[in-house]
Each structure stands twice: as C-alpha cells, then as structure tokens.
C-alpha cells in the first residue's frame, strides 16, 4: 500500500474519530449520571428536582462559541496558508486551497456573532 491509500485512508478514520468519539464520551457521561443516580434511589437517598437537573445538565463555558470561533477562524487560516505555501505547479492550488479555507473561516465567523449575541443579552 502506498501513500495514495493510506493518507485518503487516513483522512477517513480522523474525520470518523472526530465526530465518533465526543458522541461516546456523551453517552458515556450520561450512563455514568444514571448509575449514580440508580445507586442513590438504592441506599434510600432523597434526591430533589434540583440534584437531578444538576446531575443531567453539562456546564457550557461562557466564551465556549468564541473559543470554536476562533478555532475555526484559525484552522481556516492554516488550510489557507498551506495552499499559499505549498509548492505545486498548478497555479489553482493556492485557489483550491483557499476555497476549502472559507468553510471553517464562515463557521469561526458564525461562531463569534453568536458569541456577541449571547455576550449582549446577558446585560
């Protein structure tokens, strides 16, 4: 196997990594809030309605969409960078590159309105 396999391969597993992996971790998360919950009923704790919406919710950070806004902002600028630097005989690389560049820079850039929305409705 050459390279032509394995970095399309490589490509394919990180991409189903990515989006596998965090939906474990909340299941995960979620059977763990159960177990605990489960075993308390068991040795006849009294749990409130405000114990379990604790237990049940997960904290969002205050600037988590800045954070992913920025992120992407910055992925976008590597991908854009790559296709600049790159040192390929094709001329439309740099293009391509760029193009490819938009979608996580339209996201970051999503991210950081929804920020500032959010930011202004908490005054």
Known sequence: MGPEVIIPS???ICLTLAIVLPIFFRYRFRAEVQTTVRSAIEKG???TPEILERLGESKKPKNADLRKGIMSFMVAIGIASFGYF???DD???GNV???IACIPAFVGIAYM???KLDDNKDD
């Open 45 to 47: 704790q009294e749990l």
């Open 97 to 99: 590159f760029l193009a």
């Open 113 to 115: 309105i929804l920020w």
């Open 91 to 93: 001329e439309d690389v």
């Open 10 to 12: 490589m490509l394919f």
């Open 86 to 88: 790159v040192d390929i």
